[in-house]
């Protein structure tokens, strides 16, 4: 049986990587979906989709292809089943929060919503759950803005 995410989930992680990579054409920095991230020898994660800024993608990004630090923004969208929404809404964002990541959206396919955390001090707190009526900014994406209902297949 196959372990590859569903359908809507893949929809809805190339719709915010579409998103992301068209605002970035324009302002900067680069978007990848589910690339490497290596922080060390025991914490490897590959999100769904990153956004790293220009200055920081020379400081991280290896000879091996993989991100070796804290993208600034890290997306992961839900895979149903308790055991990976706790993963995706307690473990990995710990550690994002532990490494440096400025934004983490956690995109929820299934209810057509996306929580938003941003940096506060040292850890990653709620600062939004946005709904498909909301527009969806970011103070780390200056001009970027889109109708969450827009990031969900239909």
Same mark, same amino acid.
């Given at each position: 049986m196959s372990t590859q995410p569903h359908w809507y989930h893949q929809k809805t992680s190339g719709r915010i990587f579409s998103a992301l990579d068209q605002?970035?054409?324009e302002y900067g920095g680069d978007t990848v979906e589910a690339p490497g991230v290596i922080f060390?020898?025991?914490?490897?994660?590959? =999100? *769904?989709v990153v956004w790293v800024s220009a200055e920081r993608l020379v400081l991280i990004l290896d000879d091996d292809? $993989?991100?070796? %630090?804290? =993208? *600034?923004l890290a997306v992961e969208v839900l895979s149903p089943g308790p055991r990976n929404v706790r993963r995706d809404r307690e473990a990995k964002?710990?550690? !994002?929060?532990?490494?440096?990541?400025?934004?983490?959206?956690?995109? *929820?396919w299934q209810a057509k919503s996306l929580e938003? !955390?941003?940096?506060? %001090?040292?850890? @990653?707190? @709620?600062?939004?759950?946005?709904?498909?009526?909301?527009?969806?900014?970011?103070?780390?994406?200056?001009?970027? $803005?889109? @109708?969450?209902?827009?990031?969900? =297949? $239909?």
């Open positions: 605002w970035s054409a060390d020898d025991e914490n490897a994660v590959a =999100p *769904d292809g $993989k991100l070796h %630090g804290a =993208p *600034d964002r710990r550690l !994002y929060s532990m490494w440096g990541v400025l934004e983490y959206w956690i995109a *929820d938003v !955390y941003r940096r506060e %001090g040292a850890t @990653l707190k @709620l600062f939004a759950t946005l709904y498909a009526s909301d527009e969806l900014t970011s103070p780390l994406l200056p001009d970027f $803005k889109i @109708l969450v209902a827009q990031l969900f =297949p $239909k």
